[in-house]
């Protein structure tokens, strides 16, 4: 009668370590794609804002007729720097569908820039094509970046 209420509690200490630790290392791995989200969710969000600011910056001179040849270029180059670090932050930092999508807005929007400097104000069909094909660039990668970090169109993560 001993032995097997020796055994039995043997047997239940086993079972409840046995569930700790598979409770601790599912936390443990739950925790750790949280931090790489979050970690993600930072540049993703600055590539977005310099993106947003530079196409901003193109489009106020497109529509200024009045702005000098060389301070239009000078300007145009200027808002779209900040965008260039940016890029490479996201190529060492997001999975390969998310940096495509990335290459591809910030290509599509360095055309728009070059268009602007030489000249192309914002009526021109130019400038509308390259405007157009920009924002469905800058929609695909929103939508690869809510992908990659489990966001839902509603915005609530799962």
Known sequence: MQWITLISTIVGAVIATGSAILLDRQRWKRERVDR???????P????????SEARHACGNM???????????RTT???AFGPCIGLRYQMTISAPGRVVEASEAAFRRLRDLRDRVMEG???TDPVYLEGRRTYDEALAVLRARMREDLRVS??????
């Open 36 to 42: 790489e989200t979050q970690t993600r969710r930072t």
């Open 153 to 158: 169109e509603d915005g609530a993560a799962p």
């Open 62 to 72: 497109a529509r200024d007729p009045d702005i000098e040849p060389s301070m239009r």
């Open 44 to 51: 993703y969000g600055d590539y977005l804002a310099g993106l």
């Open 120 to 122: 192309v104000l914002a």
């Open 76 to 78: 145009a180059r200027e």
